[in-house]
């Protein structure tokens, strides 16, 4: 990783080896910003203040080994991401005002995405997540992530028929807690209904209507246009002496066919003149034929006014006009057909709840068996691991209890209430020592404790559901002496089957590591290029020392910090 200005670290590169990588270095020094970094390349919450002040922004780039073929591969190039020799290159940029942007093998892609990518490459622990193994809800999603498919298969179908059985309910609860408004709304639609019934609308007759009633109520106007107009054309019998169009043609046609016959041109005037006296002849015909076919009847009128009234009053309620007011009565008669079947729906509902119940109730009775099966599994492994790390007396169990609730579903014979993920409260339990009962972590585990029933929780889970890389942010916290050589070990065995990141105050961890880096404040209290360093040889000795002792140059503590390391060395 490369990280600049963000928090006390101006610009440095982090080298994480394969194996085991500690991170020491004093109080303050920035060790927690390398766990940040990685925290904001794997997707987490950027946060403005975590830009260096006077920077413009903070950028952590890192390049992430992937394993061919895996989720995170296929959901990498699905974004567009392009691999470089089996590693994707990831960068976050954080501005001064707190905006986020991200990239993935060289392609923008939103943040979520790297967090997506997270679940499938890295477990970040730390003292957080020691809280949140107190969560009852983490518990059992632990136990279920150990279980793996004997867990996984029968929830599956207990979720699928959860949502079910909640999307019945709600619908059946619609149906009868708005029984009286449901009724209203049918009343009001069969009342529509009904209304536009009586009416008979027919698509279109709104206009067809307004159109003849126009021509209804200008019938004497047009009839004495259309003989005027007719008298034009053709002439007026009454007045032989008059001209009109038709004679004006003709008169022109004659004139010109004497000639025609001397020029191309003016025998096509001459046709042209032809075939608008045809025209003329035929827009006369039509004049009569209107005036003769106009209905002046008043009684027509009033009717078609009439008519026009009663399918105004439908489009003042269901539409703007007679089209609207069709489709509104085929919705409506659709919804009434609905509503109207309500108590036979009711019926099918409460058939179907009542199967759905029993369906739920077999899955968790199923889903609670292999709770119960892996959880004896579950707690025997890490009781191991706690043997292996300085508590060789504790005992660590499950309690898998249910709920009575008179509204839950039937499990066993009892009636118990049930969630998304069954019917089972799943709690961890620790007994330190012998004779002790078991009790509840987060009552029965000092913070030490609590630190390596995590570890031995996460030694198990690299057995049974390995990631490629582990991140400890001093889980080690509280621990020390024997206990904590012990993690130590632990931890070296761990990045046997992957790679382990810890940051740590503890020099017995430390010595175990494959890799020591430490994070140093240059005389400005910043962090720069040469500020996280590899440790080798002199070096190393001299900063366990210090995390020993305090001292870089006592003899005693040297001695001590050349033990550990070569207790380390024989236990690899």
């Given at each position: 990783?490369?990280?600049?200005?963000?928090?006390?670290?101006?610009?440095?590169?982090?080298?994480?080896?394969?194996?085991?990588?500690?991170?020491?270095?004093?109080?303050?020094?920035?060790?927690?910003?390398v766990?940040?970094?990685?925290?904001?390349?794997?997707?987490?919450?950027?946060?403005?203040?975590?830009?260096?002040?006077?920077?413009?922004?903070?950028?952590?780039?890192?390049?992430?080994?992937?394993?061919?073929?895996s989720?995170?591969?296929?959901?990498?190039?699905?974004?567009?991401?392009?691999?470089?020799?089996?590693?994707?290159?990831?960068?976050?940029?954080?501005?001064?005002?707190?905006?986020?942007?991200?990239?993935?093998?060289?392609r923008?892609?939103?943040?979520?995405?790297?967090?997506?990518?997270?679940?499938?490459?890295?477990?970040?622990?730390?003292?957080?997540?020691?809280?949140?193994?107190?969560?009852?809800?983490?518990?059992?999603?632990?136990?279920?992530?150990?279980?793996?498919?004997?867990?996984?298969?029968?929830?599956g179908?207990?979720?699928?028929?959860?949502?079910?059985?909640r999307?019945?309910?709600?619908?059946?609860?619609?149906?009868?807690?708005?029984?009286?408004?449901?009724?209203?709304?049918?009343?009001?639609?069969?009342?529509?209904?009904?209304?536009?019934?009586?009416?008979?609308?027919?698509?279109?007759?709104?206009?067809?209507?307004?159109?003849?009633?126009?021509?209804?109520?200008?019938?004497?106007?047009l009839?004495s246009?259309?003989?005027?107009?007719?008298?034009?054309?053709?002439?007026?019998?009454?007045?032989?002496?008059?001209?009109?169009?038709?004679?004006?043609?003709?008169?022109?046609?004659?004139?010109?066919?004497?000639?025609?016959?001397?020029?191309?041109a003016?025998?096509?005037?001459?046709?042209?003149?032809?075939?608008?006296?045809?025209?003329?002849?035929?827009?006369?015909?039509?004049?009569?034929?209107?005036?003769?076919?106009?209905?002046?009847?008043?009684?027509?009128?009033?009717?078609?006014?009439?008519?026009?009234?009663?399918?105004?009053?439908?489009?003042?309620?269901?539409?703007?006009?007679?089209?609207?007011?069709?489709?509104w009565?085929?919705?409506?008669?659709?919804?009434?057909?609905?509503?109207?079947?309500?108590?036979?729906?009711?019926?099918?509902?409460?058939?179907?709840?009542?199967?759905?119940?029993?369906?739920l109730?077999?899955?968790?009775?199923?889903?609670?068996?292999?709770?119960?099966e892996?959880?004896?599994?579950?707690?025997?492994?890490?009781?191991?691991?706690?043997?292996?790390?300085?508590?060789?007396?504790?005992?660590?169990?499950?309690?898998?209890?249910?709920?009575?609730?008179?509204?839950?579903?039937?499990?066993?014979?009892?009636?118990?209430?049930?969630?998304?993920?069954?019917?089972?409260?799943?709690?961890?339990?620790?007994?330190?020592?012998?004779?002790?009962?078991?009790?509840?972590?987060?009552?029965?585990?000092?913070?030490?404790?609590?630190?390596?029933?995590?570890?031995?929780?996460?030694?198990?889970?690299?057995?049974?559901?390995?990631?490629?890389?582990?991140?400890?942010?001093?889980?080690?916290?509280?621990?020390?002496?024997k206990?904590?050589?012990?993690?130590g070990?632990?931890?070296?065995?761990?990045?046997?089957?992957?790679?382990?990141?810890?940051?740590?105050?503890?020099?017995?961890?430390?010595?175990?590591a494959?890799?020591?880096?430490?994070?140093?404040?240059?005389?400005?209290?910043?962090?720069?290029?040469?500020?996280?360093?590899?440790?080798?040889?002199e070096?190393?000795?001299?900063?366990?020392?210090?995390?020993?002792?305090?001292?870089?140059?006592?003899?005693?503590?040297?001695?001590?910090?050349?033990?550990?390391?070569?207790?380390?060395?024989a236990?690899?």
């Amino acid at each position: 990783m490369r990280i600049r200005s963000l928090g006390v670290i101006d610009d440095a590169v982090v080298e994480l080896s394969p194996g085991f990588t500690a991170v020491t270095g004093e109080t303050g020094a920035g060790k927690t910003m390398v766990v940040t970094s990685l925290g904001l390349l794997l997707g987490g919450r950027a946060d403005a203040a975590l830009v260096r002040i006077g920077a413009r922004n903070a950028v952590v780039e890192g390049r992430i080994a992937v394993p061919e073929g895996s989720a995170a591969v296929v959901r990498a190039e699905e974004a567009g991401a392009e691999l470089d020799e089996g590693t994707l290159l990831v960068s976050r940029t954080v501005s001064a005002e707190g905006r986020s942007r991200a990239h993935l093998g060289g392609r923008s892609v939103p943040v979520g995405l790297l967090a997506e990518l997270a679940d499938d490459l890295v477990a970040v622990h730390g003292q957080s997540d020691q809280q949140g193994l107190l969560k009852l809800s983490r518990q059992r999603q632990a136990l279920d992530r150990y279980a793996g498919y004997a867990v996984a298969v029968p929830l599956g179908k207990y979720t699928e028929a959860y949502k079910r059985l909640r999307a019945v309910n709600a619908e059946l609860e619609e149906i009868t807690t708005r029984a009286r408004e449901r009724a209203q709304e049918a009343d009001m639609l069969r009342f529509g209904l009904e209304e536009i019934a009586a009416v008979e609308p027919r698509a279109g007759e709104d206009a067809e209507l307004a159109e003849e009633a126009g021509r209804l109520g200008h019938a004497e106007a047009l009839a004495s246009a259309a003989a005027v107009a007719h008298a034009a054309l053709a002439g007026n019998p009454e007045d032989p002496e008059g001209v009109d169009a038709g004679t004006l043609v003709a008169g022109a046609q004659r004139a010109l066919e004497v000639v025609r016959a001397h020029d191309p041109a003016l025998a096509a005037l001459t046709d042209r003149i032809g075939e608008i006296g045809i025209l003329l002849r035929d827009v006369a015909g039509e004049l009569a034929g209107y005036a003769d076919d106009l209905d002046a009847d008043p009684l027509r009128l009033a009717a078609v006014e009439e008519r026009r009234a009663a399918l105004t009053a439908l489009t003042r309620k269901y539409g703007e006009d007679v089209a609207e007011v069709l489709a509104w009565a085929e919705r409506s008669a659709a919804r009434l057909t609905d509503l109207e079947g309500d108590d036979e729906r009711i019926g099918e509902l409460t058939a179907e709840r009542d199967g759905l119940r029993n369906e739920l109730g077999a899955l968790a009775q199923e889903l609670s068996q292999a709770r119960a099966e892996a959880a004896e599994r579950f707690a025997a492994a890490v009781t191991e691991e706690l043997a292996s790390l300085a508590m060789p007396h504790a005992r660590v169990s499950f309690d898998i209890r249910q709920t009575e609730d008179p509204e839950g579903v039937e499990v066993n014979g009892r009636t118990v209430a049930y969630g998304p993920s069954g019917v089972d409260e799943v709690e961890l339990l620790l007994a330190p020592h012998p004779g002790a009962p078991p009790r509840p972590i987060a009552k029965g585990a000092s913070g030490g404790e609590l630190s390596r029933v995590m570890l031995a929780v996460e030694v198990v889970f690299a057995g049974t559901d390995p990631v490629p890389t582990y991140l400890f942010d001093e889980v080690d916290a509280g621990v020390g002496g024997k206990a904590a050589v012990e993690i130590g070990r632990r931890l070296a065995r761990l990045a046997k089957k992957a790679q382990v990141v810890v940051v740590t105050h503890l020099p017995q961890v430390a010595a175990f590591a494959d890799r020591q880096l430490l994070v140093e404040k240059t005389n400005d209290g910043s962090v720069t290029r040469s500020g996280v360093k590899v440790l080798e040889g002199e070096d190393r000795v001299r900063e366990l020392s210090r995390m020993l002792a305090g001292q870089e140059d006592s003899e005693t503590a040297r001695a001590h910090a050349e033990e550990l390391l070569a207790a380390a060395r024989a236990d690899g």
